[in-house]
């Protein structure tokens, strides 16, 4: 099966600092990739998508980059915010509709 | 996105017992998918369930332990029978709209058993 996993399991960062939270994977054939957020209690809310095609896709103040070469994906977080702590996943599928899960990283704002 | 619900927030259950966890989604979905968050750890799908099909299962999950229904676009739920401390986790509904993959998940339900 697929192997999602994170460089990093905790980040710490200042309020209103960026945030940059990374993920490789190890499934060449791997074509869509999710960001998802948890927070406590919670199930995972939907952040931000990218499929293989493209290499960055920006929202409201997140950026997903995307690197095939070396299977990489990033989460970068804009002027952060203390409610963005929170668990940060990112899942990849390979078209079938099954996602897969990283380990998952805990970000905590420094107010 | 969907409003998606599930039955009950929480339990706890003895060993031995079976537990039917129930999910309800606002608008008619084809797709719907179990996962289990074990307590600290990331998701792991248990199955996929269409409407008018027999359960899809993951390698590890089996229908005797997790037997799952599907009897319309909007409702599933998923049993966890003959339940031991090891079945304690987060058990999640999702449901994926549209054809691109996206899939929303619904609040979880938190399982203990003693």
């Known amino acids: 099966g697929e192997s999602v996993g994170l460089h990093l399991p905790t980040l710490s960062v200042q309020e209103g600092d960026n945030s940059i939270i990374n993920c490789a994977y190890s499934?060449?054939?791997?074509?869509?990739f999710i960001w998802y957020k948890q927070e406590s209690g919670k199930g995972p809310q939907f952040i931000i998508d990218?499929?293989?095609?493209?290499d960055k896709r920006q929202g409201q103040r997140v950026t997903v980059l995307l690197n095939k070469t070396v299977k990489h994906l990033s989460l970068q977080i804009a002027a952060t915010q203390p409610g963005d702590s929170a668990v940060y996943f990112c899942?990849?599928?390979?078209?079938?509709?099954?996602?897969?899960f990283g380990t998952g990283t805990r970000l905590t704002v420094i107010p | 996105s969907a409003v998606i619900s599930q039955k009950p927030s929480r339990d706890i259950c003895q060993r031995g017992t079976s537990l039917t966890i129930q999910c309800q989604v606002d608008s008619q979905v084809t797709m719907m998918f179990w996962y289990r968050q074990q307590p600290g750890q990331s998701l792991t799908l248990i199955a996929t369930?269409?409407?008018?099909?027999?359960?899809?299962?993951e390698s590890g999950f089996v229908i005797d332990k997790f037997p799952i229904s599907r009897p319309n676009l909007t409702f599933s739920t998923l049993t966890v029978s003959n339940m031991s401390p090891e079945d304690s986790s987060i058990y999640l509904c999702s449901v994926e709209l549209g054809t691109g993959g996206e899939q929303y998940f619904g609040p979880g339900t938190r399982l203990t058993v003693t």
């Open positions: 899942a990849e599928s390979s078209g079938a509709n099954n996602l897969f």
């Open positions: 990218i499929r293989s095609n493209m």
């Open positions: 499934n060449s054939a791997s074509d869509y």
């Open positions: 369930a269409n409407q008018g099909s027999e359960a899809t299962y």
